[in-house]
């Protein structure tokens, strides 16, 4: 069955921290990789997306992801996080309909 | 980007009344555009899918009598919560696809609770 998985209900980092939101997924040929962003009592916004080329993709607000064919996965990432950074963070992948499987979400925490 | 505009952004209900949930494309045309409804431990959960000009797409599980679809024109698709329980308290979201594949343009959200 095609998944996929964010290992991470929640990932607490402290301000100016690297931080890094997992996941990995299980989908036939070769997708494309989303990441969108929910803010309290909001939409979604997407943040960024791999469809081919370069693995280190650079997306909004300073976040970037790094695709791993061989691994699976799809890793969000920033080098210093802001505490307006907190949020709720999805990982989507496109199946063969180009419909979104969507992961759990990871609530992601900053603190000053 | 692209805007899409979800009203209301809160309603509060009495239980076995209907609510209308409406979703705009404001500067495109969407002919296709999702329904999720988002439970309280996050998940995404894909209600339906309502395409212009003919009968929505629900997933499976979702009852299409208690959740109507209706895409009217290609700016406009709603969701009416028919006979309202306090277990349909949720928060439903619309989105509209975009060029690309899997790129999507959410809505705010509407905060439904049901008393």
């Known amino acids: ?112 | 980007g692209a805007v899409v505009s979800q009203h209301p952004s809160r309603v509060i209900c009495k239980s076995g009344t209907s609510v209308k949930i409406e979703c705009r494309s404001l500067d495109f045309q969407a002919t296709t555009m999702f329904w999720y409804r988002q439970f309280p431990k996050q998940s995404l959960m894909l209600m339906a899918t309502s395409n212009e000009g003919s009968k929505a797409t629900y997933e499976q599980g979702v009852e299409k009598d208690k959740f109507l679809i209706n895409h009217a024109s290609l700016t406009l698709s709603t969701l009416t919560v028919t006979s309202a329980h306090p277990e349909d308290s949720s928060f439903y979201i619309c989105s509209a696809p975009g060029q690309s594949p899997g790129e999507l343009f959410f809505g705010e959200g509407s905060r439904l609770t049901v008393l």
């Open chain 1, 1 to 112: 069955a095609q998944s996929v998985a964010q290992p991470e209900d929640q990932v607490n980092v402290a301000e100016g921290n690297p931080l890094t939101v997992k996941c990995t997924y299980s989908v036939s040929g070769n997708p494309y990789l989303f990441w969108y962003v929910q803010y309290p009592n909001r939409g979604l916004q997407f943040l960024l997306k791999y469809i081919t080329g370069d693995n280190l993709v650079k997306g909004s607000y300073g976040f970037e992801a790094e695709f791993n064919k061989s691994q699976t996965s799809f890793h969000l990432k920033k080098p210093s996080a802001l505490v307006s950074d907190s949020a709720l963070y999805f990982c989507a992948v496109t199946a063969r309909n180009y419909q979104l499987i969507w992961g759990a979400g990871t609530k992601l925490i900053i603190k000053p």
